[in-house]
């Protein structure tokens, strides 16, 4: 049977954490949505992951910083970005006025 769904419902209104909702889980892969709004990654903290992640912000809008690279990433409805394994990255922002809305497909 055929498993339906929307990425655009079900989003609380700002909710104090952000929102790690699984789609898929697979041998090598994993797909999530994630939902923020108006929020970052602490202060002094850096995402290091074991597996790829290719991101794409369907709705709203944020901004990663990534280690070794000067120049964050503004990511709008439609962009997207693929993360390597063990790229040190965080959410500097996150639009705090309506939610963003990921897709997260974490792959080995």
Same mark, same amino acid.
């Not at 339906?4 to 898929?24: I, R, Y």
């Not at 889980?25 to 990654?41: K, L, N, P, W, Y």
């Not at 639009?95 to 990921?102: E, F, G, L, Q, S």
């Given at each position: ?36 709004? =108006?929020?970052?990654?602490?202060? =002094? ?32 409805? =439609? ?30």
């Amino acid at each position: 049977m055929a498993v339906t769904g929307n990425l655009c419902t079900d989003v609380s209104p700002k909710a104090a954490d952000e929102q790690f909702t699984d789609l898929l889980r697979a041998a090598a892969v994993r797909i999530e949505r994630i939902v923020s709004r =108006g929020h970052a990654s602490p202060p =002094g903290f850096w995402c290091d992951q074991d597996q790829a992640e290719w991101v794409l912000v369907v709705e709203g809008a944020a901004i990663l910083a990534f280690e070794h690279d000067p120049e964050p990433v503004r990511l709008e409805a =439609g962009d997207y970005v693929l993360i390597p394994a063990h790229a040190r990255h965080r959410v500097e922002w996150s639009d705090p006025d309506r939610p963003t809305i990921w897709l997260a497909v974490h792959h080995g």
